[in-house]
């Protein structure tokens, strides 16, 4: 089943950007497209994803699967947020053990969101 890894590319990372400079959200997208998306990822640019004071964020959801935002990463971090893509992918409801988890995916998540299917239904 196909993934998606959403990524800030907004995103200054609390940097103060001359005028034409490129943000690190968008150079973190770079790298991502640029180190090769694996497969059952879909990789898609957004414009924010509210994580501002967190440096740079990425969002990975999928349907009937819990939903993760990881922050404070950069460009050199692009293998990393692959390899946990990819695992995430592998993973049926988006849980991936402890250990098979990039480190910056144990130290750096921001929001871990429930599936829409797992969430009691409204009060009646």
């Known amino acids: 089943m196909t993934v998606t890894l959403h ?62 935002v990881y922050g404070r990463l950069s460009d050199a971090n692009a293998p990393d947020v692959l390899a946990g893509a990819a695992a995430y992918a592998a993973a049926p409801d988006g849980i991936v053990p402890w250990r098979s988890r990039p480190e910056i995916f144990r130290k750096q998540s921001l929001a871990r969101i429930p599936p829409i299917a797992l969430l009691p239904e409204a009060a009646e």
């Open 7 to 68: 990524v800030c590319i907004t995103c200054r990372a609390g940097q103060a950007l001359r005028e034409g400079e490129i943000t690190p959200g968008a150079r973190l997208h770079s790298a991502i497209l640029e180190t090769g998306v694996p497969e059952g990822v879909i990789v898609v640019p957004v414009e924010c994803l509210s994580a501002c004071s967190q440096g740079c964020s990425i969002a990975l959801s999928g349907i009937r699967r819990w939903s993760y």
